[in-house]
């Protein structure tokens, strides 16, 4: 098992991102709710939270390259409650499951292949795996 992505270091990891959550919660009650109430801001603040926490929920299912790409699809603001180093450490994880997935697609025959087929091959597949096909893809 990779020392990288064992449950210490994302129990650390999520430890770390649950940490840069509550302060920017924090700045959001600071910001939004305790001098005026804007209502606006403070629920894209929540929205905010729930989307980050999303990220650690994925980390705890050892969904490191999901997780990944989810934080990537967030807004620049939300990207940036995430701490670097897990950032990094995502990165890595991830790079390293591109790594095996890659290995074991060239395990077949020795040439190496793309994860993603081109469409025409997946049509191609579809034809001959469906029983009922008649032919008119």
Do not use: C
Not at 2 to 11: G, L, P
Not at 84 to 104: G, I, P, S, Y
């Amino acid at each position: 098992m990779n020392e990288k992505n064992d449950k210490e270091t994302r129990d650390r990891m999520i430890w770390l991102l649950r940490m840069d959550i509550a302060k920017n919660l924090n700045e959001g009650v600071k910001h939004w709710v305790k001098d005026k109430l804007d209502v606006e801001m403070w629920n894209l603040t929540i929205n905010d939270t729930n989307d980050l926490i999303g990220v650690i929920d994925l980390i705890q299912m050892n969904e490191v390259s999901a997780a990944f790409e989810k934080a990537n699809l967030l807004d620049t603001a939300v990207r940036d409650v995430i701490p670097k180093e897990v950032w990094n450490w995502m990165a890595f994880v991830r790079q390293e499951q591109d790594k095996n997935t890659e290995h074991w697609a060239r395990l077949d025959d020795g040439q190496k292949y793309s994860i993603v087929a081109p469409p025409h091959k997946i049509v191609e597949d579809a034809k001959t795996d469906i029983p009922w096909y008649n032919g008119d893809l």
